[in-house]
């Protein structure tokens, strides 16, 4: 079945990096576009950048210049590397992918940005 399992999130000082990591099974990544959504408390998940299936990238204006999404197929695994980390940037981060027509979600990981 499709799985995906997220790693890497924690506690950052502001303007410092974080790499998260989305490692998927049950499905082959290479022929699917993946995401990484975000939601912090009392708001709702919102799309952070996508990548196609042919390496196609897609950037929220709020993290444009500062976040990269990449794909590794070999590894079965997306990266979100996170850089210039805001105190906003808080929140639960979670990848997804659509496959036959429904979105599978993991489970998250909590990035924290403060003192």
């Known amino acids: 079945q499709v799985q995906l399992v997220e790693s890497g999130g924690g506690l950052v000082q502001p303007g410092g990096s974080l790499r998260l990591s989305c490692a998927a099974s049950?499905?082959?990544?290479?022929?699917?576009?993946m995401s990484w959504y975000r939601q912090a408390p009392g708001k709702q998940r919102e799309l952070v950048a996508s990548?196609?299936?042919?390496?196609?990238?897609n950037y929220a204006d709020f993290v444009k210049g500062r976040f990269t999404i990449s794909r590794d197929n070999a590894k079965n695994s997306v990266y979100l590397q996170m850089n210039s980390l805001l105190p906003e940037d808080t929140a639960v981060y979670y990848c997804?992918?659509?496959?036959?027509?429904?979105?599978?979600w993991g489970q998250g990981t909590q990035v924290t940005v403060s003192l």
């Open positions: 990548i196609a299936s042919g390496g196609y990238t």
């Open positions: 997804k992918v659509r496959y036959w027509a429904r979105d599978y």
């Open positions: 049950g499905f082959t990544l290479s022929s699917y576009a």
